[in-house]
């Protein structure tokens, strides 16, 4: 049942036919055939039927010798031919009987009837028959006479069996015909769906912003309910973007204002007054960071990475070269992943902001694509990490070394940025002997799971 439910519409509508014509066209041949085999059935009785008559009509009693007559010619040079499957034959039961010369030293089965009586049996050399019989009373005899006409059923046979292939044949090659027709139908009916969904992809990949509503009118109503629903989100993220960075004004100078007030505290109460301004500071950044990047994965374009993150690697190699650390990269010009360009930046910066943080004198970024998305990976030559100090760098604001400056957040922000667009993220030992985080990237739009 699954997977019916998964099947495309131009499968459903072909299936439905096809099971239609299944049932229609067997039951239509079955028709079309027990008509024919009634009909052409009724047209052999009834000439049997005549033959039968000219028979009786030509029974005659010859009294000077006492025996049985037939004056009359049935038209027929069959009868004549020996064994040739066209008989008559006339009987009381007993001694007196008169047959066709075709009948020769055989004899039909007698079965006495008042009234006209048709069956099929098996005649001499094991012939199949349709034979008709009645009873007649001939003056001057006491009894009555039997009198059976009967015609192999060959040929009727045969004719029944050509009409019957050809009506398959016909049934067959109308089915095929309706399918083939239904399934240019379907293509041609399906085509704006098509487009549809091809306008669909584009928006995904961010080729495209809006669908084309030059449609059907059913399906251009659909897609300008796409399109308001596009637009809402659009505005909807711009609008938490916006708001997320007035609010980071908003706190900026009210938390300034209360670490320089905490200045003129007395210990300790000043330490924990700063302690505790920090960890809003943090808090505080971390969030809007995260909401500020939160855009929509699902329609996030395909940007060009070297392209997008030169202005970053210009200015941290500025940076790194002030604290004495070089910084290489190695970013293939044509390698593309799908991301926004202000989190890709987001992700790099903090990236190689922890990685110059900790690195004692070099710091590579490199990057590629594989089966079904991108990768970059940051390495550095710093003291590295342990198993227990990776999975607790993921943590939120969580702090390797409190002699270092910087507040935690850093590979938390990329955690988050990675997850949202369904990447993955992995912390593992360096080649240069520190920490090497490497971030992977699909290339298809994320989909989370039912």
Known sequence: MSRVRRLSLASRLLLATLLTLAIALPLAGAGLSHYFRTTATGAFDERLEALLNVVVAGLAWEPTQQRLVHERSLGDPRFEQALSGWYWQISDGGERVLTSRSLWDQRLPVRSHRQVMIRDLAGPRGTPLRVIE????????????????????EALDAELARFTRLVTLFLVGLGLLLLAT???????????????????????????????????PELARLARAMNGVLDR????????????????HALKTPVSVLTTLADGIEEPRRTRLRDELARIDAAVRHHLARASAAGDAGLAPRVAASEVLSPILAGL????????????HDLPAGMRVR???QDLQELVGNLLDNALRWAEGRVE?????????????????????????????????????????GNGLGLAIVADLVKLNGGRLELARARLGGLAVRVWLPDRPFQPAD
Request: glycine residues 12%; neutral net charge.
């Open 365 to 405: 970024i490199r990057g590629g694509s594989d089966a079904g998305g991108g990768w970059l990976e940051v390495e550095d030559d710093g003291p590295g990490m342990d198993e227990a100090q990776r999975q607790a760098a993921l943590a939120r604001g969580a702090r390797l070394d409190e002699q270092r400056p």
């Open 339 to 341: 991301m926004e360009a």
């Open 134 to 153: 009645r009873d007649i009373r001939l003056a001057p005899l006491d009894g009555p006479l039997h009198v059976s006409v009967a015609v192999s059923r």
């Open 317 to 328: 190699g500025r940076l790194a070269e002030r604290r004495g650390i070089t910084l290489r």
């Open 233 to 248: 989100d659009r505005r909807l993220m711009t609008h938490a973007r916006h708001a997320a960075g007035n609010l980071a």
């Open 182 to 216: 239904l399934a240019l139908q379907v293509r041609w009916g399906l085509a704006p769906l098509r487009r549809v969904q091809a306008d669909l992809q584009q928006v995904e990949s961010g080729e495209a912003e809006r669908l084309d509503t030059r449609l059907s």
